[in-house]
């Protein structure tokens, strides 16, 4: 991690436009409510100009169309995407374990190994694994008989991969995930539950990386797919013969039921659940905590329980919040109604007297 630079470089670096004194040096970078002299922060929200403006920061990257004031300013149409460079380039040296296979590690008999790979302590590879080049296996790791890593995969720490996966290219899983662990499949037979047995595998195509404590689940048959360059948070599960198509998000805690089909760019918020044997079309965004219950066509946006399309929902959540008030008028109405009949009967009641 190189330990400064000026304002100027890093402007270069990510190629945006120079405002301000190039040459003031840069150590860090922090948010703006943690950033001082020699620091350099961000601004992408006209919510947050104030603090800027209060802020010691020396340097931010920003937008033409914010306020940042008299700071030293790199400007470029895509502020977060400026950020990500630069952070890449104050990125500490991650600790990889050394090429080459620990003596505390334990490779089973026909295990093809590419070039240039490291293999970390207590790690356990299998027969008739293959790991490509350039890949990585981190500490207490497994990998199950017959699976397969392509080029430039990352394990971390104690990540199962069991029995005849595959893993494509530049694939990174981190701490504690399970790939490949029985789906949730059950009989009922006489009162009890008989086990179904799964025996597909999990393929993970090229550039996914998966978060920690994540789940993905074997297929019955045939197999779970996860798609090219599809990106999922930690703590996220993946059920049985569930298709993820290229380039998803899935956020954490989200859950998804088995057999279930996304399609491309799909988007789940943080603990959306999926309902199984259904299927969610390309470009569809679902909001967080919202319940998949259905079919959902391509470039849809929904959200609610269960999840319907954004502008049902928001007619919905704006009836409910009429509900108090409709509830007063009922209530007046309910004894206004009261009344009336009390006054109709009155003389009749007269009338009985005489």
Same mark, same amino acid.
């Given at each position: 991690?190189?330990?400064?630079?000026?304002?100027? @470089?890093?402007?270069?670096?990510?190629?945006?436009?120079? /405002?301000?004194?190039?040459?003031?040096?840069?150590?860090?970078?922090?948010? =703006? @409510?943690?950033?001082?002299?020699?620091?350099?922060?961000?601004?992408?929200?006209?919510?947050?100009?104030?603090?800027?403006?209060?802020?010691?920061?020396?340097?931010?990257?920003?937008?033409?169309?914010?306020? $940042?004031?008299?700071?030293?300013?790199? =400007?470029?149409?895509?502020?977060?995407?400026?950020?990500?460079?630069?952070?890449?380039?104050?990125?500490?040296?991650?600790?990889?374990?050394?090429?080459?296979?620990?003596?505390?590690?334990?490779?089973?008999?026909?295990?093809?190994?590419? @070039?240039?790979?490291?293999?970390?302590?207590?790690?356990?590879?299998?027969? !008739?694994?293959?790991?490509?080049?350039?890949?990585?296996?981190?500490?207490?790791?497994?990998?199950? /008989?017959?699976?397969?890593?392509?080029?430039?995969?990352?394990?971390?720490?104690?990540?199962?991969?069991?029995?005849?996966?595959?893993?494509?290219?530049?694939?990174?899983?981190?701490?504690?995930?399970?790939?490949?662990?029985? !789906? +949730?499949?059950?009989?009922?037979?006489?009162?009890? +539950?008989?086990?179904?047995?799964?025996?597909?595998?999990?393929?993970?195509?090229?550039?996914?990386?998966?978060?920690?404590?994540?789940? =993905?689940?074997?297929? %019955?048959?045939?197999?779970?797919?996860?798609? &090219?360059?599809?990106?999922?948070?930690?703590?996220?599960?993946?059920?049985?013969?569930? /298709?993820?198509?290229?380039?998803?998000?899935?956020?954490? /805690?989200?859950?998804?039921?088995?057999?279930?089909?996304?399609?491309?760019?799909?988007?789940? #918020?943080?603990?959306?659940?999926?309902?199984?044997?259904?299927?969610? #079309?390309?470009?569809?965004?679902?909001?967080? $905590?919202?319940?998949?219950?259905?079919?959902?066509?391509?470039?849809?946006?929904?959200?609610?329980?269960?999840? @319907?399309? &954004?502008?049902?929902?928001?007619?919905?959540?704006?009836?409910?919040?009429?509900?108090?008030?409709?509830?007063?008028?009922?209530?007046?109405?309910? &004894?206004?109604?009261?009344?009336?009949?009390?006054?109709?009967?009155?003389? %009749?009641?007269?009338?009985?007297?005489?």
């Amino acid at each position: 991690m190189p330990t400064s630079t000026t304002l100027e @470089e890093l402007a270069y670096l990510i190629g945006g436009d120079l /405002q301000g004194d190039g040459k003031i040096t840069i150590s860090g970078v922090f948010p =703006i @409510e943690y950033a001082g002299h020699g620091h350099l922060t961000w601004l992408t929200s006209a919510n947050h100009e104030k603090r800027l403006h209060e802020s010691e920061a020396s340097a931010v990257i920003t937008t033409a169309k914010l306020d $940042y004031g008299n700071k030293a300013a790199i =400007i470029c149409k895509h502020p977060d995407q400026g950020l990500a460079t630069v952070l890449k380039h104050f990125e500490p040296s991650r600790c990889h374990p050394d090429t080459g296979i620990d003596t505390r590690a334990s490779v089973e008999e026909h295990v093809s190994l590419g @070039e240039n790979i490291a293999i970390g302590a207590g790690a356990v590879i299998q027969k !008739g694994v293959k790991i490509g080049n350039n890949s990585i296996i981190h500490a207490n790791c497994f990998v199950g /008989q017959d699976s397969t890593l392509g080029d430039n995969c990352i394990l971390w720490p104690n990540v199962v991969i069991l029995e005849r996966c595959q893993l494509g290219n530049r694939v990174i899983v981190h701490s504690n995930t399970t790939i490949g662990a029985d !789906g +949730f499949g059950y009989n009922s037979v006489a009162g009890k +539950f008989q086990k179904i047995p799964h025996i597909g595998s999990v393929r993970i195509e090229d550039d996914v990386e998966i978060g920690a404590g994540s789940c =993905i689940d074997r297929a %019955q048959c045939h197999e779970t797919v996860i798609g &090219q360059g599809t990106k999922i948070d930690n703590l996220v599960q993946v059920a049985h013969n569930v /298709q993820i198509g290229a380039n998803c998000c899935l956020c954490s /805690q989200v859950g998804i039921a088995g057999s279930t089909h996304l399609g491309d760019n799909v988007m789940l #918020g943080g603990k959306v659940g999926v309902k199984d044997n259904i299927s969610i #079309g390309s470009r569809v965004k679902v909001f967080a $905590y919202s319940a998949v219950a259905g079919n959902i066509p391509d470039d849809s946006t929904c959200l609610g329980i269960p999840a @319907e399309s &954004q502008a049902s929902s928001f007619e919905r959540m704006k009836a409910i919040r009429q509900l108090p008030s409709i509830l007063r008028k009922v209530r007046d109405l309910f &004894q206004r109604v009261i009344h009336l009949e009390n006054e109709l009967h009155r003389p %009749q009641q007269r009338n009985g007297k005489r």
